[in-house]
T-cell receptor, first 115, second 113 residues
Framework: GAGVSQTPSNKVTEKGKYVELRCDPI?????LYWYRQSLGQGPEFLIY????????DSGLPNDRFFAVRPEGSVSTLKIQRTERGDSAVYLC?????????????FGPGTRLTVT | GEDVEQSLFLSVREGDSSVINCTYT??????LYWYKQEPGAGLQLLTY?????DMKQDQRLTVLLNKKDKHLSLRIADTQTGDSAIYFC?????????????FGQGTILTVHP
């Protein structure tokens, strides 16, 4: 595909359950980012991958959140023991190389609702 | 920590200019960005400016930066109904975490015919 894709587009889960959110970056993009956007707010940084490794995971709110990118392409954001406060739109973005002037290409997001 | 603030709403008439304002607190901000978000679409980078610049123009868009006051603005000339969207200001310090942006909460721009 031409852009960043994220699946599922919507996810409803019960409090306490485990969820996985998937991001397919643009082919060849080495940098991948996860952000979280709550209603009425701007995106909030979670984690940044350069290749397979997490270059900066300082935005992960707690140890219930974990992300992987085992082959340097697709990434999965994993949330354990979900809480209602985790409800948000989870955004993924990728860029060809890391660099402040290389605009990130954002996907449409996964809307997570924890009931 | 870093903080980025924007006014929440702006309403303009088609053909007028729009000016969206943003203030930030991080004195080490090196790069400042404007993103656009439309319903059902991903965030789109509109433009960016280095902190050592005062102004950048790109077609209908003009970015002004007052580093002393930590104030950034985005001017859209000849605003069209298709410009209706949420506009986010964002900053990064240009360190090794290039993708770690701090976003404002967004300004909802409504353009009336």
């Amino acid at each position: 595909g031409a852009g960043v894709s994220q699946t599922p587009s919507n996810k409803v889960t019960e409090k306490g359950k485990y969820v996985e959110l998937r991001c397919d970056p643009i082919s060849g993009h080495t940098a991948l980012y996860w952000y979280r956007q709550s209603l009425g707010q701007g995106p909030e940084f979670l984690i940044y991958f350069q290749g397979t490794g997490a270059a900066d995971d300082s935005g992960l709110p707690n140890d219930r959140f974990f992300a992987v990118r085992p082959e340097g392409s697709v990434s999965t954001l994993k949330i354990q023991r979900t809480e209602r406060g985790d409800s948000a739109v989870y955004l993924c973005a990728s860029s060809l190389n890391p660099g402040p002037t290389r605009g990130m290409n954002f996907g449409p997001g996964t809307r997570l609702t924890v009931t | 920590g870093e903080d980025v603030e924007q006014s929440l709403f702006l309403s303009v008439r088609e053909g007028d200019s729009s000016v969206i304002n943003c203030t930030y607190t991080d004195s080490s901000s090196t790069y400042l960005y404007w993103y656009k978000q439309e319903p059902g679409a991903g965030l789109q980078l509109l433009t960016y400016i280095f902190s050592n610049m005062d102004m950048k123009q790109d077609q209908r868009l003009t970015v002004l930066l007052n580093k002393k006051d930590k104030h950034l603005s985005l001017r859209i000339a000849d605003t069209q109904t298709g410009d209706s969207a949420i506009y986010f200001c964002a900053e990064s310090d240009g360190g090794t975490s290039y993708g770690k942006l701090t976003f404002g909460q967004g300004t909802i721009l409504t353009v009336h015919p």
